[in-house]
C-alpha cells in the first residue's frame, strides 16, 4: 500500500518562500499522479494547487499559483516538492499531498484514495 506524507510547512511572512516536500512509499506504479491540495479555514472543500504525472512528468497548475509555485519530482526518492515563492496571506491553508493510479482528472480531490495528514502553512501580511 502506497502512503504519502508531507513536510515543510510554517509560518512565514508575505513574500517569503517555503518547499514543502511529498514523500511516497509503498509501491508506486509508474502510472500515477501526485498532486498537492490546500483547504482554508472553513473552507469545505480542497483545492486544487498543483499535480505531476509520474510517468511524463507533466505539471498542471491552479491560475491562482501559477507563475509563482513550481512542483517536480525526484524519482530516486520518490519524492514530489512545491517550491512557493512569493507567498501571499490567501495562501495560507493545511496542505495536502495526493496520489492515486490513473488518475484522468488531476484537479478533482475525490478522484484520489491516498492522501497525506497535512501540513500548514500560514503567510503573515
Known amino acids: 500500500q502506497v502512503h504519502v506524507e508531507e513536510s515543510g510547512g510554517g509560518l512565514v511572512q508575505a513574500g517569503d518562500s517555503l518547499r514543502l516536500s511529498c514523500a511516497a512509499s509503498g509501491h508506486t506504479y509508474s502510472t500515477y499522479s501526485l498532486a498537492w491540495f490546500r483547504q482554508a479555514p472553513g473552507d469545505e472543500r480542497k483545492e486544487f494547487v498543483a499535480a505531476i504525472r509520474w510517468d511524463t512528468g507533466r505539471t498542471y497548475y491552479a491560475d491562482s499559483v501559477k507563475g509563482r509555485w513550481t512542483i517536480s519530482m525526484d524519482n530516486a526518492k520518490n519524492t514530489v516538492y512545491l517550491q512557493m515563492n512569493s507567498l501571499k496571506p490567501q495562501d495560507t491553508a493545511v496542505y495536502y499531498c495526493?496520489?492515486?493510479?490513473?488518475?484522468?482528472?488531476?484537479?478533482?480531490?475525490?478522484?484520489?484514495?491516498?492522501w497525506g495528514q497535512g501540513t500548514q502553512v500560514t503567510v503573515s501580511s
Open positions: 495526493a496520489a492515486d493510479d490513473s488518475i484522468r482528472t488531476v484537479t478533482i480531490p475525490e478522484l484520489y484514495q491516498i
